[in-house]
């Protein structure tokens, strides 16, 4: 795909919120105008939106495990588990499905609803596959939700995660199409495209988000937000990531984003994608409270929940705790509809 192109598979979701105004498909150029608002104008129409959906104070608490570590093939430069990075980290087999229990376990005593596996791979082999759902109906029998994210699925592939039970799938665009190839070489744009293509055709619902701070202009940060908002229908699930800086990585000298331009990121991603949960991911650690607590008043409703995610730090469980109680948050499963109409926990 040429940069700036749009796949043909992808339909165009149009905006339902009253106050954004939207006629059509989001245009970039629409976007930026949403993040060039006046931050506290943003952030009150932002939660607008998100009490028009959403109920009040309600925080999914996710959880994510490295089942399968380092060795990844791709080139993606802020990623520590690429096999031509030197960041320390070891090339690991596939977790047992006893030690994912665990860990499951684990994160569902302390409150988590959602579970979600990663992978460093570029794209499973179908005996990895195998493996995986094998995880994935573990995870399930504990009652929780599965999310997985493995790399590039064929479209058998993905139904057969589907018919394990994955209730997710999770495939980041990272960045806008413009700025992709600065970011990694290995696989292409549509590549991404058509992997969230398979996931949606298998009826999995679809966790689907970005990084920011990757040394991106303002103007690929609204295009990023486009691509996900024109989605059709766009993501259940929304990750917004600020980029960790691991050194060995080509990013590691990246100049860090401004938080409240990262709270005006979450704000649009609320108001163009008003059902989706909006999640806090990476790089939540070095926000600090206040502007965690700003990302929920601009219409965050979930975070990663636990002291790591793949390879690097999060904020342990205790700190999230007391930071929602300060906030008077509830990390609660509550029932919801999703974009196809159906009643779920989430």
Request: charged content about 20%.
């Amino acid at each position: 795909m040429n940069p700036g192109t749009t796949s043909q598979t992808v339909h165009i979701h149009r905006p339902s919120s009253p106050l954004a105004r939207q006629a059509g498909p989001w245009s970039v150029e629409a976007i930026q105008q949403l993040l060039d608002k006046p931050l506290l104008d943003l952030v009150f129409e932002a939660q607008t939106v998100h009490r028009q959906h959403w109920p009040a104070g309600d925080i999914e608490l996710a959880t994510l495990l490295s089942v399968k570590t380092g060795g990844c093939p791709e080139n993606c430069g802020y990623c520590p588990q690429a096999a031509e990075f030197d960041t320390g980290v070891k090339a690991e087999k596939l977790m047992e499905v006893e030690e994912v229990v665990r860990a499951a376990q684990a994160a569902k005593d302390a409150g988590a609803t959602r579970f979600c596996m990663g992978a460093a791979w570029r794209a499973p082999k179908d005996r990895d596959i195998e493996k995986v759902s094998a995880l994935i109906g573990a995870v399930k029998g504990l009652g929780l939700q599965t999310c997985a994210t493995l790399g590039m699925l064929e479209s058998h592939q993905a139904q057969a995660l589907k018919d394990a039970g994955l209730d997710y799938y999770n495939h980041n665009l990272d960045t806008a199409p413009e700025y992709y190839t600065d970011v990694v070489s290995t696989r292409a744009y549509q590549d991404r495209l058509d992997t969230l293509q398979n996931v949606r055709n298998a009826g999995i619902s679809v966790c689907c988000g970005g990084i920011v701070g990757m040394g991106e202009a303002p103007v690929h940060r609204a295009g990023l937000i486009a691509q996900l908002a024109n989605l059709q229908p766009y993501p259940e699930s929304v990750p917004i990531n600020s980029l960790v800086r691991v050194p060995g990585t080509p990013l590691a000298d990246s100049e860090p984003i401004d938080p409240f331009d990262f709270v005006r990121v979450i704000a649009v991603a609320r108001i163009t994608m008003p059902k989706a949960r909006v999640r806090l991911s990476a790089g939540r650690q070095q926000l600090g409270e206040a502007v965690q607590a700003l990302c929920f008043m601009a219409g965050a409703n979930s975070i990663f929940y636990g002291d790591k995610l793949l390879v690097t730090g999060n904020p342990d469980v205790d700190a999230d705790v007391q930071l929602l109680a300060k906030l008077g948050l509830n990390g609660r499963r509550t029932t919801t509809t999703t974009l196809d109409g159906h009643s779920h926990s989430a």
